[in-house]
Every structure is written in structure tokens, then in C-alpha cells.
């Protein structure tokens, strides 16, 4: 089986999932890269921690693009810092771009989307 390439993007504090949908990945052979994309992170348990670890251990990355990473992360955490320019070359060989946490819509797309 091909090992994919996936970015997932992360635009909310709450990246707790999208985290754990990267490790998944890894799991099953695949390179998982997930992108805080906001620069908020609530206080990181060490499920997470540990999580972070993992993703990292299996060929994978956590990255943080629009602020930099928390400095007092825990022993063995390791978050990337990107710019936007940096990811966009990045993602071009990606083989998915998740977008992950965008608040639901309030307005109907345009008939020309919907098709």
C-alpha cells in the first residue's frame, strides 16, 4: 500500500482531534503533518504530549504556522514553526489537505458550488 502524504489544518484551539486523526494516520503507515494554524494551544496534557511524541517517532510533524510554537512545551514535544509561504511549498506534495475545525457555515453556497 502507497504511504500518503497529509496535511491536516487546524484552525481552532481546540487541535486535540486533529492531532490524534495525524497519529491515526501514522498508524496506518502514513505521513501525517498536522498544522496549528492560529497559534492558540490550551494547556497540553500529557495524552497529548505524548501524542505529539508519537507523530514525530513515526516520521510525522507537528507544525504551527501564524505564531510560534509554545516555548515550555514538555521533554520530547516538539512543534515546528512555519511561516505561510514555507507550508504552501510544503503542501504542493502533499497527497491531501484536510481542513479540520472551520466553523460551520452560515450561509448557502452558490448553486455553482453545490454541484
Not at 492531532?19 to 497559534?39: C, D, F, K, Q
Amino acid at each position: 500500500m502507497e504511504s500518503l502524504k497529509v496535511y491536516i489544518l487546524i484552525a481552532n484551539r481546540m487541535y486535540n482531534d486533529g492531532i490524534r486523526s495525524a497519529l491515526g494516520l501514522a498508524v496506518e503507515n502514513h505521513y501525517g503533518y498536522p498544522v496549528v494554524m492560529n497559534g492558540e494551544f490550551p494547556k497540553m496534557s500529557e495524552y497529548m504530549a505524548e501524542n505529539i511524541a508519537w507523530i514525530a517517532d513515526m516520521e510525522g510533524e507537528v507544525l504551527s504556522c501564524g505564531a510560534d510554537a509554545p516555548e515550555n512545551l514538555p521533554e520530547g514535544v516538539e512543534m515546528t514553526n512555519i511561516d505561510l509561504e514555507a507550508l504552501g511549498e510544503r503542501m504542493r506534495d502533499a497527497d491531501h489537505i484536510i481542513p479540520y475545525g472551520l466553523p460551520k457555515q452560515t450561509n448557502e453556497p452558490p448553486p455553482a458550488c453545490a454541484e
